[in-house]
């Protein structure tokens, strides 16, 4: 008979293969792109902010890192070359009928993109665009049905709006005998003649190891919930925990600096 000082063991060892595998294949760190390349970002459906023009995709644009900028849902990357319904691929391009700014959010330079200290509200991004102007160029937002980019940035994150997947935090019960939270994952790919080459891919695993004996701790309600759930110990994350962004850098995903300068 398994003594469950044994079966405790037993499970942990599962959990610890099971978090190895999610990082196995991890390798390579933030690449710096080179000027001028289209990107496609794809990230969980409900997160980012699909068919705008937010802060990121204009700091690549405005930087000149990025020729292009497509953000699209990752349930579609299946159907890259030919979407279901049109994606936003903003860029810079001739003044003409193809200027469009409706979809640009309205966001705001750092202290140091600008060189010093101004009152506030310092002043927006789109303030560049002036300077493109004397240049002939303006923000272009073309409805796109095939999404293919030079680079490939996925950035996965488990979201589940439904609460379904396993949590530390939160009501209900949790009696997984293997307590690992839905993982984080950032990919960046460059295409090439014979298809797409991951340059980087980096995961966060969150996880814990049951407590032996094995025991029951019933949930608690004070600011937050706690489930009722199997005891656990050991809570930990590896690999390669996703940073707080840094508003002129896209934190854990391509290492080019995106400060966009000349702004007063």
């Keep these: 008979m398994l003594?469950?000082?044994?079966?405790?063991?037993?499970?942990?060892?599962?959990?610890e293969r099971r978090v190895q595998a999610l990082i196995a294949q991890d390798h390579g760190t933030p690449?710096?792109?080179?000027?001028g390349l289209s990107i496609t970002y794809a990230i969980d459906k409900g997160?980012?902010?699909?068919?705008?023009?937010?802060?990121t995709c204009q700091r690549l644009l405005f930087s000149r890192t990025a020729k292009s900028f497509i953000e699209v849902p990752?349930?579609?990357?299946?159907?890259?070359?030919?979407l279901p319904t049109p994606a936003r691929r903003f860029s810079l391009g001739p003044i003409g009928p193809g200027c469009n700014n409706t979809r640009l959010q309205t966001t705001y330079a750092t202290s140091a993109e600008i060189g010093r200290e101004v009152p506030p509200?310092?002043?927006p991004l789109s303030d560049k665009l002036?300077?493109?102007?004397?240049?002939?160029?303006?923000?272009?937002?073309?409805?796109?049905?095939?999404?293919?980019s030079d680079v490939l940035v996925v950035e996965r994150w488990n979201y589940d709006p439904a609460f379904r997947g396993f949590h530390f935090e939160g009501k209900g019960y949790r009696l997984s005998l293997h307590p690992i939270v839905p993982f984080k994952r950032r990919e960046v790919f460059r295409r090439t003649p014979s298809g797409l080459v991951r340059?980087?891919?980096?995961?966060?695993?969150r996880y814990a190891r049951l407590a032996a004996p094995l025991w029951l701790s019933p949930g608690f309600t004070f600011d937050t919930a706690s489930p009722t759930h199997w005891a656990w110990r050991d809570e930990r994350v590896?690999?390669?925990?996703?940073?707080?962004?840094?508003?002129?850098?896209?934190?854990?995903?391509?290492?080019?600096d995106l400060a966009v300068h000349g702004l007063k």
């Design 3 to 15: 003594k469950l000082h044994d079966f405790c063991n037993r499970a942990n060892g599962i959990t």
């Design 31 to 35: 690449p710096i792109l080179p000027a």
């Design 47 to 55: 997160l980012g902010s699909s068919g705008k023009c937010w802060d």
């Design 74 to 82: 990752l349930d579609v990357l299946p159907r890259q070359a030919s």
């Design 121 to 123: 509200p310092p002043p």
């Design 130 to 148: 002036e300077d493109f102007a004397r240049e002939g160029l303006c923000l272009h937002d073309d409805a796109v049905r095939d999404v293919r």
């Design 199 to 205: 340059l980087m891919r980096r995961t966060e695993v």
């Design 238 to 256: 590896i690999g390669s925990p996703v940073e707080p962004s840094q508003p002129t850098q896209w934190n854990g995903l391509i290492a080019n």
